[in-house]
């Protein structure tokens, strides 16, 4: 009897046993689970992120871009986000990372070659009104966009008009928004009629107070804005070095390139703001030059390390600071290209401003029918090699003969084999994001009140330090 109560007794404590093991395996092997769940799981680290970001260049380790505009996939930023956003790494403009990259690979495959090559052209308009040629070369040849000058704006209400006649021009033909560009730098070198001018770079480089300049900045976006314009070339940031500089002067904000700098930083983000595309200048600096590149070939004899200690500094920062668009000036640099201009130069813009500087957006071409370049040879060859060296947008500010021939050139090059598809939709991602960053779009631009304009230019520039 006692051992049959033993036996019983011994089976009950097995049985507890293995019961017991089999709990403390399931339960480990839960844990292991939780443990492998956890770390699939998003982390969520409390960092602010915008939902674009994973386009935009600020947080790219090859190229910078400006986070003024509103997210280009138009959801509100700025809310703390998991690291499932971030499983690919933030990219630079145009690299194909995210649902709008996607749209804009889909919108490049569907353009057909004149429709490419025509949106890496921007062009200057004859008169105060919209001609059959340059409406022309809105409907046949697609063009990317227009600058206008002094000679187009004549007043308020008939620079509105041309807008609007050249948006409804595109509209009809073209789903690709136009870039309106202007030069309004301030105080000599401004174009927008009926409205006051805010101060020479210079001025505001004198008073520094950075906090002002931005406020600058921001008015001369909303001026530029008001009339239906979506690009700016401001601000420069070139280093005036030399008193003798018979082009720069005032336009620049002082000879110290931290001044520069700064300032400049200020007035791009200012004017970013206002959804207007800044588009800092004149890459690699033309501050020490003692020739106009309007008329001849300026020469910066400097070595890459002084190069690279003042006139690229401000360039270097801007770029750091989320810079989307640079504009690349006529001038030889023997340090860095013996032969040819920066602005056709392929160690300049692709070796040193894109690799060296890291430097993934915009790069636009000084106007190709300055004298700088029409005395180093044929526009056509020229255009050629500047979308060759890494620009994306050619600037012919100044003649539709010259215009055609750009065209011309561009499809004469891909006929030959020189100019690639694929080199062209590269430039292409840059300018497409760009048009979508900026919010730009052909829709009609409504009358300026002149009035109420001048009114908070007034305010801002009564703050003037």
């Known amino acids: 009897m006692i051992h049959r109560r033993i036996r019983a007794l011994l089976v009950a404590c097995t049985l507890a046993v293995v019961m017991i093991t089999l709990l403390v395996s399931c339960a480990t092997e839960d844990e292991r689970n939780l443990v492998n769940q956890e770390s699939n799981e998003p982390h969520i680290d409390g960092e602010n992120r915008n939902v674009g970001d994973a386009l935009d260049p600020a947080n790219s380790t090859d190229t910078p871009g400006s986070t003024e505009p509103t997210d280009p996939t138009g959801k509100d930023g700025g809310s703390p986000s998991s690291d499932a956003d971030q499983q690919e790494p933030p990219t630079s403009i145009g690299s194909p990372a995210d649902e709008q990259a996607q749209e804009i690979e889909a919108m490049i495959e569907r353009m057909t070659l004149p429709q490419k090559l025509g949106q890496l052209v921007m062009i200057g308009v004859a008169g105060e009104e919209l001609d059959d040629t340059i409406q022309s070369y809105i409907e046949e040849r697609y063009i990317g966009g227009v600058i206008l000058y002094r000679r187009n704006l004549s007043s308020a209400v008939q620079a509105v008009r041309l807008v609007n006649d050249l948006k409804s021009v595109n509209r009809e033909v073209n789903d690709i928004p136009l870039f309106f560009g202007v030069d309004e730098e301030g105080g000599r070198v401004t174009r927008l009629p009926e409205v006051r001018s805010t101060p020479s770079s210079r001025k505001l480089g004198e008073a520094d107070a950075v906090d002002w300049t931005y406020r600058v900045g921001e008015v001369i976006g909303e001026k530029v ?51 207007v595309l800044p588009v800092v200048k004149h890459f690699p600096g033309h501050g020490d030059t003692d020739v106009d590149s309007h008329l001849q070939l300026p020469i910066v004899h400097h070595d890459a390390e002084r190069l690279h200690s003042l006139e690229l500094q ?19 640099i023997p340090a860095y290209d013996e032969q040819y201009p920066a602005s056709m130069s392929h160690a300049v813009i692709t070796k040193l401003l894109r690799e060296e500087l890291g430097y993934g957006g915009l790069v636009i071409t000084d106007d190709m029918t300055m004298g700088a370049i029409a005395e180093h040879g044929d526009l056509g060859a020229a255009v050629v090699r500047a979308v ?46 760009v048009k979508r960053k900026y919010e730009m779009s052909d829709d009609v631009v409504p009358p300026v009140d002149v009035d109420a304009l001048n009114e908070r230019i007034e305010a801002t520039l009564s703050t003037m330090p």
């Open 225 to 275: 804005a008001a009339f239906g314009l979506n690009v700016n070339f401001a601000p420069v940031i070139d280093v005036d070095s030399n008193p003798a500089n018979p082009v720069i002067g005032d336009r620049a904000f002082g000879s110290e390139a931290n001044v520069v700098s700064e300032q400049g930083i200020a007035l791009m983000d200012g004017m970013a703001k206002q959804h």
């Open 314 to 332: 401000p360039f270097i920062q801007a770029i750091d600071a989320g810079a989307d668009a640079v504009m690349v000036a006529h001038l030889l």
């Open 388 to 433: 060759l060296a890494g620009s994306d947008q050619i600037l012919v500010g100044h003649g539709y003969d010259q215009a055609e021939l750009t065209i011309q050139a561009l499809e004469d090059a891909v006929d030959a084999g020189d100019l690639t598809e694929e080199r062209i939709d590269e430039s292409l991602r840059r300018i497409l994001t």
